[in-house]
C-alpha cells in the first residue's frame, strides 16, 4: 500500500509524493510529464505493478497546489532535475541501495538533465524531444506570451501557463547532448504511433553503451491503446531495470 510520504527539497519548497514498499527492495522512482500530475491514472497503475512485482515505488510532484510546494509557471527543466536529484539523494540516505528511474513524456529530458546521475538504471516512455512553447512543433501551435503572468498561456484544451524561463530554457536546449551526456544503463520505449520515435532515436544514437531502443508497436503517447498496452510497457521496462538489480 501506497503512503504519502514527501522530501523536503530546500528552505522553501517540498515535493509531495506517494511512497509504497520498503529500503530492502529495489526503488523505481517514477517521473511524470508536462502538465500531468502523480495522481493521473498513468502513473499510479505503474506504481502499482512494480509493487506487485517486487519493487517498492515513489511518485512525487515536480509541483503541486501545496503552499510549499514548486509552482509550474515556476519551473524549468534544469528545476525538475535538481529536485529529482535532491529526492534521489534523500533515498540513498535512507539506505534504499538500488534506485530506478522511469520517466515519462517531459519527465525523460527531466532524467537526462540529472546533474548526479545517482541512479543504477533508466527506462524513458516517449520521452518529449525539441519541444517548443513559443514556436508550432508537431503540429501543435506555440502559446501566447502574456506579459502580466510572465508566461505562454498554451492552448491544450486543459489551458496551462508556462513560464519564460521555461520556454527560454527549452528553445536553447541542445536536445542532441542530452543523452552523450548520460552515463547511466539507458532504455528508450517509444510509442509506435506517436510523433517523438524520429527523437528517440536520435536519443539513442547519442546514448552510451548499454542503452537500448523498443519501438512498442501500436502505441501513442499515454500507452493505453489497448488493455494490455500498459502492460507491455512495465513488463520491457522491469526486464531492464532487472538485469541492474545485482550488478
Known amino acids: 500500500m501506497e503512503k504519502r510520504y514527501n522530501v523536503q527539497l530546500d528552505i522553501k519548497h517540498t515535493a509531495y509524493g506517494k511512497l509504497a514498499g520498503s529500503k530492502r527492495k529495489p526503488l523505481v522512482i517514477v517521473v511524470h510529464g508536462l502538465p500531468c500530475t502523480i495522481n493521473e491514472g498513468f502513473y499510479e497503475r505503474a506504481c502499482q505493478w512494480f509493487d506487485r512485482h517486487g519493487y517498492a515505488t515513489y511518485r512525487f510532484g515536480l509541483y503541486d497546489w501545496h503552499a510549499d510546494a514548486r509552482q ?3 519551473c ?4 525538475h532535475a535538481k529536485d529529482l536529484d535532491t529526492v534521489i539523494a534523500h533515498f540513498r540516505q535512507k539506505g534504499y541501495k538500488k534506485i530506478f528511474v522511469a520517466g515519462h513524456s ?3 529530458p527531466t532524467i537526462l538533465l540529472s546533474k548526479k546521475q545517482s541512479f543504477d538504471a533508466a527506462v524513458l516512455w516517449d520521452p518529449s524531444y525539441a519541444i517548443s512553447f513559443t514556436q508550432k512543433k508537431y503540429g501543435v501551435p506555440g502559446g501566447k506570451y502574456v506579459k502580466a503572468l510572465k508566461g505562454y498561456f498554451m492552448r491544450w484544451g486543459v489551458n ?3 513560464g519564460k524561463k521555461m ?3 527549452i528553445d536553447a536546449l541542445d536536445w542532441d547532448r542530452l543523452t552523450p551526456s548520460f552515463h547511466v ?3 528508450i520505449i517509444a510509442a509506435e504511433k506517436g510523433v517523438l520515435v524520429a527523437g528517440c532515436k536520435k536519443y539513442f544514437s547519442g546514448a552510451h553503451e548499454p542503452k537500448s531502443l523498443e519501438v512498442l508497436k501500436g502505441a501513442t503517447h499515454y500507452f493505453d491503446d489497448t488493455p494490455t498496452m500498459q502492460d507491455r ?4 521496462t522491469y526486464d531492464w531495470f532487472k538485469k541492474y538489480e545485482s550488478l
Open 233 to 236: 510497457l512495465f513488463n520491457a
Open 76 to 79: 524549468t527543466l534544469s528545476v
Open 106 to 108: 517531459f519527465g525523460g
Open 167 to 169: 520556454a527560454d530554457e
Open 185 to 187: 544503463p539507458l532504455k
Open 160 to 162: 496551462v501557463i508556462i
Open 72 to 74: 509550474l509557471v515556476d
